[in-house]
């Protein structure tokens, strides 16, 4: 389910907000599933409860989790609206950034265009 790179430089509770986004986004989890508890998720990956807390905070403020106290954590439905203008800002910046290192890499806009597009297909396969 999880894989954490110990030596990434990406912190660990990235990776794990990360890592369920990707879950959610190829369809292993769906809306109303239940994921595991911070323990029990802190058990399984060998990491310490507050860094998987941490995560799930992330997770919850940006509306892709929700807890429901006395029954768990589960996948959240859709994101709220205002964390979505906010998540969709953080991916206009990111997308930026990276177009900035391609072409620092001296790929030409083409083979720029053409890695997003390979990238693209392997998240909207259903979609042509």
Not at 90 to 103: F, G, P, Q, S, T
């Amino acid at each position: 389910m999880f894989r954490l790179q110990e030596h990434s430089a990406t912190p660990i509770y990235e990776q794990i907000v990360e890592q369920m986004k990707a879950l959610v986004a190829q369809g292993a989890l769906q809306s109303g599933d239940k994921v595991p508890s911070v323990r029990e998720l802190s058990t399984m990956l060998l990491v310490n409860p507050n860094t998987v807390s941490k995560s799930y905070q992330e997770l919850e403020r940006q509306g892709v989790i929700i807890t429901v106290r006395g029954k768990g954590t589960f996948i959240a439905d859709t994101p709220a609206p205002r964390m979505a203008h906010e998540r969709m800002a953080k991916l206009k910046d990111e997308l930026n950034r990276i177009a900035v290192e391609a072409k620092h890499l001296g790929l030409a806009r083409k083979e720029f265009i053409e890695m997003v597009e390979q990238a693209s297909v392997e998240w909207w396969r259903d979609e042509s």
